[in-house]
């Protein structure tokens, strides 16, 4: 296939207006005090409003366009990242149902010491998250528990909340089921094993040093007991199995087939009826609608940015100051942490960015899966630290307004530390493999 060598600044409008559209939108609703203002405008529908000026501003016939157009949408590694999104939808449904997120706090607060709760909800919630792939279910799920924690043990709110972000943005930037996970890897056409292993050089420090600080400075003033909670070792055997079988490299489809098998015989064995689970993995299917219907459509929005010589734009930009991989690195995480911080959601960050990196992975000698994992990272950092995040608007609201999210920030540690620790790790790396 003859190579695109077309530079066109005039190519990245749609992107523009997308971005635009979607931050606009977000800043607007969020003065005039709408609750989870960032959210209330579709993303699919900011993009179809980019895609509809794609067609008006490029050049060419509305054929040759929309065969672009569907040509993006119909990307090989669009659909399988479409795909697994749907697995992971299913499994996650059923993996609630049988009560294994329950199942996974109350074992963890039975065992952990009252003086070591800060820290305590940290690692709960890295384990939900990197078993569930949710760092927003994460925080919904534990949210409330640890607002009493602090309340009955005197642990700062603030500082309860942000470990509970930061546990939650730690286990969605590994788990090889959460969104950021799937997109980052398909965009670069890597492993996701590969991906968690280069992540989990840099995750796994930050994670040891904010576990260390907690305990030394999240001990709570009174000791208090979490009580008798009741907890079912079976339900969680769907999570374990995701990730030891996800680890031995087996392939996604296949683990992912194999946990919605697993948590389906759970709830046979319990009662529930075949018709019922159908329902389950039904509604976990249309849980995935947005982020599948999404993808799509910036597939193939790229495609026609691509085409017009946009990314070769951004490339061109970006040699200015990246000579070698290093710096080609540091430029893939720049534009992701653009990207995020302007969506205000990792995923799409990483679905826009995508592209842009792989092209420079070739031009820069940069690895696949170390793209994905800076992708995935610098997505994450981002996410849990922008305090109009979904993450930090939900873990603020469950302080009923004792807290605000731009109080929240400064306990981020998590999410600081890993920064560092990524930006020490380019600029200290000799080859990065």
Do not use: H
């Not at 992971?88 to 329950?102: H, I, R």
């Not at 009662?271 to 976990?284: A, H, K, N, Y």
């Amino acid at each position: 296939m003859k190579e695109n060598n077309k530079i066109s600044a005039k190519a990245l409008i749609p992107f523009v207006i997308f971005i635009g559209l979607y931050l606009i939108t977000g800043l607007i609703l969020q003065i005039q005090g709408v609750e989870m203002a960032f959210y209330q405008l579709p993303a699919p529908i900011a993009v179809f409003v980019a895609i509809i000026a794609a067609f008006f501003i490029f050049e060419g016939s509305i054929e040759e366009k929309f065969d672009t157009l569907v040509d993006g949408c119909g990307d090989s590694n669009i659909i399988i990242m479409c795909l697994i999104y749907l697995l992971a939808g299913a499994f996650s449904t059923l993996a609630k149902a049988t009560g294994g997120v329950d199942s996974v706090v109350n074992l963890g607060l039975s065992f952990i010491p009252s003086e070591f709760l800060t820290a305590g909800v940290f690692v709960i919630a890295s384990f939900i998250s990197i078993a569930t792939g949710s760092s927003v279910g994460t925080i919904t799920a534990l949210g409330p528990i640890g607002v009493g924690l602090a309340n009955s043990s005197g642990i700062s709110l603030a500082l309860m909340l942000g470990a509970l972000v930061g546990g939650a943005m730690f286990g969605d930037n590994l788990s090889i089921i959460s969104d950021t996970t799937i997109a980052a890897t398909r965009s670069q056409g890597c492993d996701m094993k590969d991906k968690f292993k280069m992540n989990a050089k840099i995750a796994i420090p930050a994670a040891i040093l904010t576990i260390i600080l907690l305990l030394v400075f999240g001990a709570p003033e009174v000791r208090t007991s979490s009580g008798d909670l009741s907890y079912d070792l079976f339900s969680i055997i769907p999570y374990l199995f995701v990730l030891i079988v996800a680890l031995m490299g087996i392939n996604v489809f296949v683990v992912l087939t194999g946990a919605i098998g697993l948590s389906s015989a759970l709830l046979i064995i319990r009662g529930t009826s075949v018709i019922d689970i159908s329902q389950i993995i039904w509604e976990g299917f249309t849980n995935m609608f947005e982020i599948f219907l999404l993808s799509m459509l910036i597939g193939g929005l790229s495609k026609m940015v691509a085409e017009e010589g946009g990314i070769n734009w951004i490339i061109s930009k970006i040699k200015i100051f990246a000579r070698n991989e290093k710096t080609g690195e540091l430029g893939i995480g720049a534009l992701v942490s653009l990207a995020d911080i302007c969506v205000a959601n990792n995923t799409v960050a990483i679905i826009i960015s995508g592209p842009i990196a792989k092209k420079m992975c070739k031009e820069f000698k940069i690895d696949p899966k170390r793209s994905a994992s800076l992708l995935d990272t610098f997505s994450c950092v981002f996410q849990g630290i922008i305090p109009y995040s979904a993450q930090v608007l939900i873990a603020a609201g469950f302080s009923e307004g004792a807290v605000a999210p731009f109080e929240l920030v400064p306990f981020f540690w998590y999410q600081f530390i890993l920064g560092v620790i990524t930006l020490i790790s380019i600029l200290t790396s000799r080859k990065n493999k």
